[in-house]
T-cell receptor
Framework: GESVGLHLPTLSVQEGDNSIINCAYS??????FIWYKQESGKGPQFIID?????DKRQGQRVTVLLNKTVKHLSLQIAATQPGDSAVYFC???????????FGKGTTLSVSS | EPEVTQTPSHQVTQMGQEVILRCVPI?????FYWYRQILGQKVEFLVS????????KSEIFDDQFSVERPDGSNFTLKIRSTKLEDSAMYFC?????????????FGPGTRLTVL
């Protein structure tokens, strides 16, 4: 994915606010989309995924929205906590065994 | 919970030297990957490995790079003659590989510094 127009490299929120992180992906043939969280000095950690036949998927405090018409993916974090501070990457891929294509990250900073 | 492990956590080497980065994927996984991340940039795919051979590689993965699964547990990335621009975090990932879509699990990374 690439960041076109909607991508913000940094997002600063207050604890308890809802956060929305956007991503524009690049390949209209991608079938599977994932949001990863990366804390400083660590590897990407899976948050939530969505398949191309869905437009919304909810997890615990997180929701991913997929708009295939405009190739846009968003991650919504409810009641953001200081522990949510990290860099968030969207990634797209095809079937099992194919490479993940990562977008540019968004650094989320949550202040108390 | 099973996890991907990588060693060393930090490798410092001189330009032109060979380095081997090691990974132990999750034991029942079938697909293995190497990615790299230059400081402050996005994660980039290098190579994928399945059934003891490379299944896909990127333009970054040139002749200086090689991968190997020498035994049933380790998965290694070798850089034959390191360049300054090889300095990056290198992440190993593994994937169960059963079913159509699978999560890739990432290791903690090896920070490679080439001087």
């Amino acid at each position: 994915g690439e960041s076109v127009g909607l991508h913000l490299p940094t997002l600063s929120v207050q604890e308890g606010d809802n956060s929305i992180i956007n991503c524009a992906y690049s390949n209209s043939a991608s079938d599977y989309f994932i949001w990863y969280k990366q804390e400083s000095g660590k590897g990407p950690q899976f948050i939530i995924d969505i398949r191309s036949n869905m437009d919304k998927r909810q997890g615990q405090r997180v929701t991913v929205l997929l708009n295939k018409t405009v190739k846009h993916l968003s991650l919504q974090i409810a009641a953001t906590q200081p522990g949510d501070s990290a860099v968030y990457f969207c990634a797209e891929n095809g079937e099992a065994g194919t490479a993940l294509i990562f977008g540019k990250g968004t650094t989320l900073s949550v202040s108390s | 919970e099973p996890e991907v492990t990588q060693t060393p956590s930090h490798q410092v080497t001189q330009m032109g030297q060979e380095v081997i980065l090691r990974c132990v994927p999750i034991s029942n996984h079938l697909y293995f990957y190497w990615y790299r991340q230059i400081l402050g940039q996005k994660v980039e795919f290098l190579v994928s490995f399945y059934n003891n051979e490379i299944s896909e590689k990127s333009e970054i993965f040139d002749d200086q790079f090689s991968v190997e699964r020498p035994d049933g547990s380790n998965f290694t990335l070798k850089i034959r003659s390191t360049k300054l621009e090889d300095s990056a975090m290198y992440f190993c990932a593994s994937e169960l590989g059963r079913g159509l879509y699978n999560e890739q699990f990432f290791g903690p990374g090896t920070r490679l510094t080439v001087l």
